[in-house]
């Protein structure tokens, strides 16, 4: 039988460079809430199978009652950090079978297109980890540990932009996370990352992304000041 492929709408996120009075996700854009216009896109998606929505502790009713989505099997409580999110999800589809494909997707990049999530399962039949991603075309700077000198400029024909979403063989980003768990340093800001770090043997494959396909990050213009206070998260 064909492996299941599951997207998992990353939306329990608390917008604090965003600001507002409700976290980003449920904020009204074109006419709806933003975390439903991903959910829509992966939902009509025919290689789509189930839908899993994460959400903020408190906003599991509102969710349920706005879901009149065919595939959306769970409505899952995030945690503190979107890594933790990540984690009660994967524990949410403990049962599933090693070869499931899982799709994380930011509920903050609500355009993302039916050609990118082609793309990304197209090059999950090579790959067991795979990211959406479009070339850099700032030119990255890296800063010094005080943040108030530039240190580094890597080449920027090496660079890109990761998007979301990210595409994993179920087995593999359960063993990433896994290993992070005992690492008492770990952190992160996407999944990817987690396999990058502890699956150093895994290759991890770069579809197309799209530009159209950004985050929502700030909201009221904010001084640089205090950007790079949250530059982590
Ligand atoms: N996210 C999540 N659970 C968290 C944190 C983030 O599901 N604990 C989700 C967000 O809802 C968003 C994506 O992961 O869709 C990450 O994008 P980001 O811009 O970092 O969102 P926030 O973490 O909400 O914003 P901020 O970092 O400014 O607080
Ligand atoms: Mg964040």
């Not at 700077?141 to 890597?154: G, L, T």
Request: aromatic share 8%; net charge neutral; hydrophobic share 35%.
């Amino acid at each position: 039988m064909k492996a299941k492929n599951i997207a998992i709408i990353l939306a329990a996120g608390k917008s604090r460079r965003w600001g507002g009075n409700v976290p980003k996700q449920f904020d009204i854009i074109d006419g709806r809430k933003m975390y439903a216009c991903s959910v829509e896109t992966f939902n009509k998606h025919p290689q789509i199978d189930e839908v899993v929505i994460v959400v903020p502790d408190g906003y599991q009713d509102e969710v349920s009652r706005e879901n009149n989505w065919c595939k959306v099997t769970k409505i899952v409580s995030g945690g503190d950090e979107r890594f933790n999110s990540s984690m009660n999800v994967l524990q949410a589809l403990g049962n599933e079978k090693d070869d499931t494909i899982v799709l994380f997707h930011d509920a903050a990049r609500p355009y993302v297109s039916s050609e990118i999530i082609d793309r990304v399962l197209e090059m999950m039949k090579n790959y067991n980890a795979v990211t959406a991603a479009i070339p850099a075309t700032d030119t990255i700077a890296q800063m010094n540990d005080d943040k108030n000198n530039i240190k580094d400029i890597p080449d920027r024909q090496f660079i890109l932009q990761v998007q979301t979403p990210q595409g994993f063989k179920i087995s593999t980003i359960r063993e990433a996370y896994n290993s992070a768990k005992k690492d008492g340093n770990f952190t992160a800001t996407d999944d990817c990352g987690v396999v990058l770090k502890y699956l150093n043997h895994e290759k991890i494959g770069i579809a197309q992304g799209d530009e159209k396909n950004f985050k929502y990050t700030f909201g009221v213009p904010n001084k640089l000041s205090d950007n790079l206070d949250v530059s982590a998260r």
